[in-house]
C-alpha cells in the first residue's frame, strides 16, 4: 500500500513538473501567438467566457435595482450609451466602430444583453469592466445615477427597431454625457472601494501606470515617465513646485500650466481622484 502511495505521488509530481516545462518552454520560447489576428479556440473561449459569466454573477449578487423606466433616465442612458458604448458595441442598425471589430475577443452587440444578464450584472460590468478583455471601468468616470441609466437603456434595445433607436438618438441630439467637473462619485454605489485602493484605481484608470512605474499598482516597466517611488521624499515637483498636497493636484490636474511643453499630458483628472493620488502618493518614501 505504501509503495503504490509513493508511485502515485512520483507519477503525480513528474505530471505536474512535465506541465510546467512545457509552459516555461511555450511562454520563453514565445510559441503562444498573441496576436488579436488568431482567435482563441473554441474550448479556451468556451472556458473564458463561463468564468466571466459565474464571476460577475458572484460579484454582482446583492446589488438591489432602482426603478429604470423613468423617461428622463431611459434619455440620459440614451446619450450615454451614444457616447460611450455603441463605438464598440454597435447598436440596432448600427455597426460598432472599425477599433472594436479588430479586437480579441470581439466585444458583443448589447441588443441581447438584457435576455442574458440580470440588470444588476450589467450594472456591475458597466462599473467595474471586465479584466483582459478591453471592456473599460466607468466607476471612476460615470456617476452613479449615469450607470443605471446606462443599464435602463440596455434594458430597452431588444424592443428598439433601428428606426426606433435612430429616434431616441435623435431626441437626445444636443445632450452628452461629459464626466462631470466635480466629485464622480457623489454616490459610489454597492461595491466603494476604501481610500486606498481607490486611490490605486485612479492611478489605473487614468493610465499613470501606462508611464510611471508605481509601487503598489501593477503595471508594465514603463520608462516613459520617472518612477514615483519615494515620491513623499522629493523636495520639488516637477522641478518647479515645492512638494505639497495642494501643487501636487495642481500637477496632476493642470500639468502645463505648471511647465508649458510638458510631456505629462492633462487626463481630465477630477479634484476628488487627483486628492486621492495626491494622498496615495505621499505614502510612497
Excluded at 506541465?19 to 474550448?43: C, E, F, K, N, S
Amino acid at each position: 500500500m505504501k509503495r503504490t502511495r509513493l508511485a502515485a505521488i512520483a507519477t503525480l509530481g513528474g505530471a505536474l513538473a512535465l506541465g510546467a516545462a512545457t509552459a516555461a518552454l511555450v511562454v520563453q520560447g514565445g510559441l503562444y501567438d498573441v496576436g488579436a489576428t488568431r482567435q482563441h479556440t473554441q474550448t479556451v473561449h468556451t472556458l473564458l467566457e463561463h468564468a466571466m459569466k459565474q464571476s460577475v454573477r458572484r460579484q454582482a449578487r446583492g446589488i438591489e435595482t432602482p426603478p429604470l423606466d423613468a423617461p428622463a433616465l431611459l434619455a440620459r442612458g440614451a446619450a450615454c450609451f451614444r457616447d460611450h458604448c455603441v463605438q464598440c458595441h454597435g447598436a440596432p442598425g448600427v455597426a460598432p466602430g472599425p477599433a472594436s471589430m479588430g479586437m480579441q475577443p470581439l466585444p458583443g452587440p448589447l441588443l441581447d444583453a438584457a435576455r442574458r444578464w440580470h440588470e444588476r450584472e450589467i450594472y456591475w460590468i458597466t462599473r467595474h469592466g471586465i479584466r483582459m478583455s478591453g471592456m473599460p471601468a466607468w466607476g471612476m468616470r460615470l456617476g452613479d445615477a449615469d450607470l443605471w441609466s446606462v443599464v435602463g437603456f440596455i434594458a430597452e434595445l431588444p424592443r428598439l427597431s433601428p428606426a426606433d433607436y435612430a429616434g431616441r438618438m435623435e431626441a437626445v441630439r444636443g445632450a452628452d454625457c461629459a464626466l462631470p467637473s466635480g466629485d464622480s462619485e457623489a454616490a459610489p454605489g454597492p461595491g466603494a472601494m476604501p481610500p486606498r485602493e481607490r486611490a490605486r484605481a485612479a492611478l489605473r484608470q487614468y493610465a499613470c501606470v501606462a508611464c510611471h512605474a508605481i509601487p503598489g499598482v501593477t503595471g508594465s516597466r514603463a520608462q516613459v515617465g520617472p518612477p514615483l517611488a519615494g515620491m513623499a521624499r522629493r523636495t520639488l515637483i516637477a522641478g518647479r513646485l515645492a512638494n505639497t498636497p495642494d501643487n501636487l493636484v495642481r500637477w496632476i490636474r493642470a500639468p502645463h500650466t505648471v511647465k508649458p511643453g510638458t510631456a505629462m499630458p492633462d487626463l481630465g483628472v477630477t479634484e476628488e481622484h487627483a486628492r486621492l493620488i495626491a494622498a496615495y502618493l505621499a505614502t510612497l518614501h
